[in-house]
């Protein structure tokens, strides 16, 4: 087996596995009793009342998935996300694209994307660097839409997709340093500054597999 095909199996592999339910059943802190949790999430989703509302129910559900709640509370209160509602003076403030139902948005210059084709990036690169990320006064935020929910607007599915990358994030910047036994250099350095660089196209590839297999079991769930 050359060693192209080793990487191609190190990254399939870690996709399967570092987000696995197994894998994210790690407890959270318990300094916080329940109605502690609550307010503090009513609090943080103030700006989206009517999403507010179907979070609280996902995260008082005792048939919601573990794993989902986990996302919920771990973004929103380890995580302190800035939580916006998606107006259309925010999107023009923040440059977001017109087809972004909702979006996350993360400061850290821990660990940056490297643009694998600079001519021709893709909808995720192109997005990042248009945004404003002056305007933002939290290490990650996300800003979603509050419309009702309909069969073809569904904002909760969108405002849990996002709160995923921003779990994504977390996870690889807190991992970097493991991450380097696992994929070569030319996909995941460290360079003289500290900074972790990593090849766009492998962590478009990761954020998007994590946040899409939350999205498939939310929609399972409303269905």
Request: contains cysteine; hydrophobic residues 45%.
């Amino acid at each position: 087996m050359n060693s192209s095909h080793k990487t191609f199996l190190r990254i399939i592999l870690f996709s399967i596995l570092a987000f696995s339910p197994i894998r994210i059943v790690w407890a959270l802190s318990c300094e916080l009793s329940l109605s502690a949790k609550r307010d503090f999430v009513s609090q943080k989703l103030s700006e989206v009342p009517g999403l507010r509302i179907h979070v609280l129910k996902m995260i008082d559900d005792p048939y919601i998935p573990q794993n989902i709640k986990r996302i919920l509370e771990i973004s929103i209160l380890k995580e302190n996300v800035d939580i916006k509602q998606l107006t259309e003076e925010l999107r023009k403030e923040l440059n977001v694209p017109e087809s972004f139902e909702a979006v996350a948005l993360n400061k850290s210059t821990r660990v940056v994307r490297k643009l694998v084709d600079e001519v021709t990036p893709n909808v995720n690169q192109a997005a990042t660097h248009a945004i404003n990320f002056e305007l933002l006064t939290s290490k990650f935020s996300v800003a979603a839409s509050d419309r009702p929910i309909t069969e073809k607007n569904n904002d909760l599915v969108y405002l849990i997709h996002e709160l995923a990358h921003v779990r994504f994030d977390h996870f690889f910047e807190k991992n970097a340093d493991k991450l380097l036994k696992i994929f070569p250099a030319e996909l995941l350095q460290k360079n003289a500054d500290g900074v972790f660089e990593v090849n766009g196209h492998l962590y478009d590839y990761l954020t998007e597999r994590y946040a899409f297999q939350v999205t498939f079991e939310i929609i399972l769930i409303q269905e």
